[in-house]
């Protein structure tokens, strides 16, 4: 059985006079892609691939320099289409993206309803997986699309699990029956959080403290830790 790791893309630098799928990483992301590189050293990836939006591509590209990998861009990994919505205040980012995932088939935001936007991710990602059988395939992808299409295999409202994935944070499941293994995240006050379990269930996370990357632990049948993660992500 093969590993897919969604891996949600590190810190860009925000640009208010651009569009948020144009922005680069910043030198914090940067820093990040390379100790998310050092952190799945022992994960078995055998290939990168990465959305083309330069942020997903760029953090991509280090891991997979860090883990001596080849990576690709594949279309139909970017982001939920908010190519004109522009840089808005987060509490009213926030409220829109929480009506995005409560109405699903209307149009609330961007050019996409989040049911267009996860059938568009959910082919790619079998086209991806297809390509590549057998292989334990790490793809470079959004926050939004990841928890649509994660709402498949946890019982995790997609809204609550798209709080959760700060930046940069990855999912691992088995494939192609999609129980998750691990869901780990850097929140944004530097603690990390990591946890393991077998879907479709809500993940047990525990909370490990520090500023910089430490390992979390979870374990099956556990009981549930912290779910510490707070602040939004686009």
Request: aromatic content about 6%.
């Amino acid at each position: 059985m093969s590993k897919l790791i969604l891996i949600k893309h590190a810190t860009p630098l925000k640009d208010v006079t651009k569009a948020s799928h144009l922005w680069r990483l910043s030198d914090r992301g940067r820093e990040d892609a390379k100790r998310l590189g050092e952190r799945l050293r022992d994960g078995a990836v055998d290939v990168v691939i990465t959305s083309t939006e330069p942020k997903a591509e760029e953090t991509g590209r280090i891991v997979a320099e860090v883990l001596d990998l080849p990576y690709e861009s594949a279309d139909g990994l970017h982001e939920h289409d908010r190519s004109n919505v522009p840089v808005m205040q987060t509490r009213e980012f926030i409220s829109m993206v929480a009506l995005f995932f409560s109405e699903p088939r209307r149009l609330v935001l961007g050019k996409e309803t989040a049911e267009a936007a996860r059938q568009r991710f959910d082919r790619a990602l079998d086209d991806v997986m297809q390509s590549h059988d057998g292989k334990n395939v790490a793809i470079v992808t959004h926050g939004t699309v990841m928890a649509l299409f994660l709402q498949e295999y946890t019982d995790e409202d997609p809204f609550r699990l798209w709080r959760r994935l700060q930046l940069p944070s990855y999912v691992v499941l088995d494939w192609p029956d999609g129980a998750v293994d691990e869901i780990w995240s850097r929140s944004a006050s530097g603690v990390v959080a990591s946890g393991s379990g077998v879907g479709p269930s809500p993940k047990r996370a525990c909370v490990g403290q520090g500023a910089g990357y430490t390992r979390g632990s979870g374990s099956r049948g556990g009981t549930p830790g912290i779910s510490a993660f707070q602040g939004w992500t686009r």
